[in-house]
């Protein structure tokens, strides 16, 4: 039979362990991710990126490299996958906010942007509606 105070002290050991243990695996999480760039993946050159204001850094960034990013579409709910590639051009190319990603398929970008430019005569609507931020 274990007095309290022995109780006490194992369970305090096994707490200790299982903290220990935890924390091996985030370190170990973290080294996997900063090291293993996957196949598919494309290096981000950071002299390319857009200028940022910030402490932090952008996850892909900090991380070195491009990889397929799933997400779901905000207006329809698709499941459509941002490529490396696009992020890439995106980022680098067109120099887009590095804290921007992907929300709308590319059905929904089309449609938000309309069919085509609207007809330079339209009389109803004043100039300024079209400038006005929503
Ligand atoms: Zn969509």
């Given at each position: 039979?274990?007095?309290?105070?022995?109780k006490r002290a194992q369970l305090q050991q096994k707490r200790a362990q299982r903290r220990d243990k935890q924390k091996?695996?985030?370190q170990a999480a973290l080294r996997v991710e900063s090291m293993q760039r996957p196949?598919?993946?494309i290096a981000v050159q950071r002299g390319r990126l857009g200028?940022?204001?910030?402490?932090d850094e952008p996850r892909?960034?900090?991380r070195g490299w491009y990889e397929d990013l799933p997400f779901v579409c905000r207006d329809c709910g698709k499941q459509e996958v941002w490529t490396a590639?696009?992020?890439?051009w995106w980022y680098e190319e067109?120099?887009?906010?590095?804290?921007?990603?992907?929300?709308r398929c590319r059905a929904c970008r089309l449609a938000r942007k309309g069919p085509c430019p609207a007809p330079a005569s339209s009389p109803e609507k004043p100039v300024a509606d079209q400038?006005?931020?929503r």
């Open positions: 039979m274990l007095s309290n105070k022995q091996a695996d985030v196949k598919q993946s200028r940022y204001c910030s402490y892909f960034v900090a590639r696009q992020q890439q067109v120099k887009g906010s590095v804290w921007a990603t992907a929300v400038t006005t931020q």
